[in-house]
């Protein structure tokens, strides 16, 4: 046994026989999970930073400020292990592992729930804006509907990527 077989990349196979959708799914993995590990990181500090500030001032709050807050750090919370998750299994996609289809899979199943969180908060939200000027309610809706646009195109890719047989037939 030579030095090459004996390394990770040995196992890929030849270029021209990979499937480019399977690298392309992994490095749309490794790029939603780094966005998601940075931006869900600051929304769980925003959410922590609004938390200490509701609960440390003498004015009275709402139970629905702090459903929001908790709603707000729940998904944040589980929306960075999604991302680090999608690090991970990004890389072992490229390497062509069985056990980061699988993750991957049940990652395109869980991915469809944040993008339901973001509709509903949006519809819940649009009643509290202050200016109900048609132009800002039309504004809020295109862009309250873009993260559940974002999850539900990545469940669509990795089901149309990772269910046909002759792609996975390539993992490991």
Known sequence: MDARSETPLASLGDPATRSQGITLLAVANIVLGA?????????LLFGLLWFAVIHSSLKAHSPKDEVLIYSIMGVSGMMFLSGVLKIVTGIGMLLRRRWARNVTLILGVLEFLPGLFFIVSGVLLIG???????????LFAVLSSLPPLIHWSYCVMVFATLLRKRIANEFS
């Not at 966005?35 to 929304?43: A, C, H, I, K, P």
């Not at 509290?128 to 039309?138: A, F, M, R, S, T």
């Open 35 to 43: 966005l998601e590990v940075f931006g869900y990181t600051g929304m």
């Open 128 to 138: 509290d804006l202050p200016d109900k000027n048609p132009g800002n309610l039309i």
